[in-house]
């Protein structure tokens, strides 16, 4: 989506002290250019296919260490999947459309939620200092399925 602005990771990375060896450069390329959200098995396979000598440990090595860096979020939709997924870290904050048969994930934003969360928060005595909202869907075709 054009208005949820993804933070380059390689930026984010020089901020934070992050070394970017040629394989982290390679890994951290895979997960900026990906507009689905790819586990580390598909972040393993577009890194592999750049430089064969990326190892899926490597992968999964870097995946955290971009975690723990806060450059990357981690997901774990609940969505039938057991894999975590990955995107680079973002200036606002979205939610996402997980479509359950395809596994497509679409982002988006919703003010109105935003707010409403806040009045429920207020009204409880709390404050919200963030939220995750992810809906579970099927396309409108998918009809006869109730």
């Not at 009204?123 to 809906?135: R, T």
Request: net charge positive.
């Amino acid at each position: 989506m054009e208005n949820i602005k993804h933070l380059d990771i390689y930026e984010l990375c020089k901020k934070s002290g992050v070394k970017l060896t040629s394989q982290r450069e390679i890994i951290a390329g895979v997960i900026n250019n990906s507009k689905d959200h790819p586990d580390v098995d598909k972040i393993y396979q577009r890194a592999n296919k750049k430089n064969s000598k990326i190892s899926l440990a490597t992968v999964y090595r870097t995946v955290k260490l971009f975690e723990d860096a806060n450059v990357i979020i981690k997901h774990d939709f609940k969505d039938g999947k057991d894999k975590s997924r990955y995107e680079p870290a973002t200036k606002w904050e979205h939610n996402h459309l997980i479509d359950v048969v395809t596994g497509k994930v679409i982002e988006f934003q919703n003010p109105g939620f935003e707010k409403l969360s806040r009045k429920i928060a207020e009204k409880k005595g709390y404050k919200v200092i963030g939220y995750k909202l992810e809906l579970f869907a099927i396309k409108e075709a998918c009809k006869k399925i109730k």
